[in-house]
């Protein structure tokens, strides 16, 4: 029988602000007692699918949920959740190596600053998504300029199969421009959102909060810089995939009107070849029927053989003219 939904274990790492890490396995019924949230904050926090982005801020505790990573934030420790059945997990695993990075004082300008604990380990999570998803369309980017370039080759002495395959390519390579436009996308609203809520933004600086020092719902300066700076990256994302999925599909259209164009010359030329043997055959068919036994003396004339030449000719030659100028009728008509 399943546990409640309340009793699922889930397995996580407590990092205090020393850089001690403690991994242990927690239910959600504790999760929610120990960090000041309610059971429908901790909904979809186990759940393998990646689900939409959001950033919630309650009086202690900031949760973080974007993609793979999956983070609770106190004023002196952070409690990152290991969620078994996700495939690609390389945005918590940048996030880990950035934090302990950020914990262990590599960063000397932030403790100059003196900055908050929950606010070096935010910027690390932001930093983190958005380094993934530019780092997986810097590669997409580089592929379709391969493809690209691919293209423009085989278009020149190439055929239209292999043409076709390079295109196919091409088509999955957008599928995947998408899916990561898309993600960038749903990152960028949700930071728009956070943006758009000044208590969320005061609320932010747990540290201050926990030292008596509150802040007014004006007093956010700092935490709209952070999130100002990753809406922008993630909307820089978005923009230039956008316009890279556009110049893929343009020219998706441009090399189809090719293809489309070079198949319909075909077409015109085998017409006019058939329409070559269909004169051939008319002209022919005089001295077919001339040779079927028929008695009429012409063969004993002198001018006979040069008459049927003629004649072959000539009705060959106005039959393939006919048609010839009914063809280029029907290609000058406009629909």
Known sequence: MAPLNGN????CTRCEQGG?????TL?????A???GLSPRDLQIIDLPSQGFPHILVRETTILFHIFDLRLLIQADKILPFHIDGIADKTISQVFTYDLQNKLQGEHVLHKKMNESFELLTLEAALASVAAGLEAEYLFAKK???????GLDEQMADKEEESVHTALRKLLDMARRLADIEQRARLVRNA???FLADDQDMADLYLTDKKNGKRHSIEDHEEVEYLFEAYFRAHDSVVQEASALMANVHRTDDTIRSILANRRN???ILETKVEIAMLSMAVATLVAGWYGMN???FFEESVYAFGVIVSTSLVGGGAIWMFLLRRLRNIRRTKF
Request: glycine content about 0%.
């Open 33 to 35: 007692t120990e960090y």
């Open 143 to 149: 592929d379709v300029s391969e493809a690209l370039r």
């Open 294 to 296: 028929t008695v009429n």
């Open 27 to 31: 239910s959600k019924a504790d999760v």
């Open 20 to 24: 001690v890490a403690t991994t242990m």
């Open 8 to 11: 699922v274990k889930m397995q």
């Open 265 to 267: 010359q075909i077409m």
């Open 191 to 193: 930071l728009q959102e």
